[in-house]
């Protein structure tokens, strides 16, 4: 089993839609929580940090449950610019090793 | 931009050559961490470095290896290279010490080994 497992994908969605993004890790010893974002053949680049508490920026909402070891990231209003692999990422203690997720791949049509 | 370089951009090498990779990390940053990223695929941790030593490596074998300098830039050292090598290897930088865990990635170098 994956140690971060994302859905698999691709998503393709009309500009305006929302899209929501699935993501579990298995190490309950994780601590912190990432959105990772990354353009085609370009370095991944941190979207956000997820806390269990949500956040929210702008039209990006992310979501931690720690009971079930879930990570969900919510885009509302989808721009073509969003298009793009997001990576579901976690870091376990204070090795500051970040695991990531396969990414799922999100292209917004016009 | 993160401020993190890398190089080179691309490179391409054949079966059981060694190859060395370079990353200079972004100002004020003292820890340096490499990552393979096949295609379709996440990044994978491979190691990290901070002040001169490693601290904390992947599921990669021996033949991976590394350095940092005392000015903080790193290198990923691959000996006897196999077709599997080929991919976009990252480093990050970023500073120990805080609570705050972002890493800083570079722009990658492009790994192909025919």
């Known amino acids: 089993r994956k140690e971060v497992e994302q859905d698999p994908g691709p998503f393709n969605v009309p500009e305006g839609a929302t899209v929501a993004f699935n993501c579990t890790y298995s190490n309950s010893a994780s601590q912190s929580f990432f959105w990772y974002r990354q353009d085609c053949r370009k370095e991944p680049k941190l979207l956000m940090s997820v806390y269990s508490s949500g956040n929210e920026d702008g039209r990006f909402t992310a979501q931690l449950n720690r009971a079930s070891q879930y990570i969900s990231l919510l885009i509302r209003d989808s721009k073509l610019s969003d298009s793009a692999t997001y990576l579901c990422?976690?870091?376990?203690?204070?090795?500051?090793?970040?695991?990531f997720g396969s990414g799922t791949q999100l292209t917004v049509l016009p | 931009e993160t401020g993190v370089t890398q190089s080179p951009t691309h490179l391409i090498k054949t079966r059981g050559q060694q190859v060395t990779l370079r990353c200079s990390s972004q100002?004020?940053?003292?820890?340096v961490s490499w990552y393979q990223q096949a295609l379709g695929q996440g990044p994978q941790f491979i190691f990290q470095y901070y002040r001169e030593e490693e601290n904390g490596r992947g599921n990669f074998p021996p033949r991976f290896s590394g350095l940092q300098f005392p000015n903080y830039s790193s290198e990923l050292n691959v000996n006897a290279l196999e077709l599997d090598d080929s991919a976009l290897y990252l480093c990050?930088?970023?500073?120990?010490?805080?609570?705050?865990?972002?890493?800083?990635f570079g722009p990658g170098t492009r790994l192909t080994v025919l």
């Open positions: 990050a930088s970023s500073q120990a010490g805080g609570s705050y865990n972002e890493q800083f």
């Open positions: 100002s004020g940053h003292n820890t």
């Open positions: 990422v976690v870091n376990v203690g204070s090795a500051r090793q970040l695991t």
